[in-house]
């Protein structure tokens, strides 16, 4: 099983709206990334969490705020986010972040589709 | 950081024919590792296939198999038999062998938008 699953599919939401997106993998990996995804463009990394601390923080906007509660889950809070914001939002995990030479592949979830008005 | 460059912005081909997309990378490392990654309109990343900078042979996985040139720093992916499924982005990556500080992380090329005629 090498699933990780984004919800919600599809979001909608204003510029004075608070949401979240949702990450979960059950593959026991412990790393888990975000990425930001524009159309017809490569993913651009975001966030990575290593053993449930968030370790590369890409100079994000203070408007996207990760968390990660557990080693299962990666949560994404959204708060006054521009219309610019508006892409597709990739969660990955991969099995063990600091193992340089292990087959370390990340898997990729289907990705949040936002939409910011 | 490392460079990853696809120098094909869009690619076509005939369905059953074969087609090659490339790729070259920039690095001083002598220990990493290349992907291939699929997006199809679907938008989901799908894994095609990787190659271990330490190893000589091209690897394979049923119709997909790449040129790994260590020394020119080039990473093709052919496809053979194309089917109408194949339509899709395809994005070179890169990863350090190093582990450590760079966590994994990926460096993507621009990709290369593959169109399947019938």
């Known amino acids: 099983d090498t699933e990780v699953t984004q919800t919600p599919k599809h979001l909608v939401m204003g510029m004075t709206n608070k949401k979240s997106l949702k990450c979960e993998q059950h593959?026991?990996?412990?790393?888990m990334y975000w990425y930001k995804q524009k159309a017809k463009k490569p993913p651009e990394l975001m966030f990575v969490?290593?053993?449930?601390?968030?370790?590369i923080n890409e100079s994000v906007p203070s408007r996207f705020s990760p968390e990660c509660p557990n080693s299962s889950l990666l949560n994404l809070h959204l708060h006054a986010l521009q219309p610019e914001d508006s892409a597709l939002y990739l969660c990955?995990?991969?099995?063990?972040?600091?193992?340089?030479?292990?087959?370390?592949?990340?898997?990729f979830g289907a990705g949040t589709r936002l939409s910011v008005l | 950081a490392q460079t990853v460059t696809q120098s094909q912005p869009e690619m076509s081909v005939q369905e059953a024919e074969t087609v090659t997309l490339s790729c070259t990378y920039d690095?001083?490392?002598?220990?990493?590792?290349l992907f291939w990654y699929k997006q199809p309109p679907s938008r989901q990343m799908i894994l095609v296939i990787r190659?271990?900078?330490?190893?000589?042979q091209n690897a394979t996985e049923n119709r997909f198999s790449v040129n790994f040139q260590k020394a020119a720093k080039s990473f093709s992916l052919k496809i053979s038999d194309s089917q109408l499924g194949d339509a899709a982005m395809y994005f070179c990556?890169?990863?350090?062998?190093?582990?450590?500080?760079?966590?994994?992380?990926?460096?993507f090329g621009r990709g290369t938008q593959l169109t399947v005629w019938p």
């Open positions: 990955a995990s991969s099995q063990d972040p600091r193992g340089g030479k292990a087959k370390n592949i990340q898997y």
């Open positions: 593959m026991g990996h412990r790393a």
């Open positions: 969490y290593s053993y449930e601390k968030l370790s």
């Open positions: 690095t001083s490392e002598s220990d990493y590792y």
């Open positions: 190659q271990e900078a330490y190893k000589q």
């Open positions: 990556a890169y990863r350090s062998g190093l582990g450590g500080s760079t966590l994994g992380r990926l460096y």
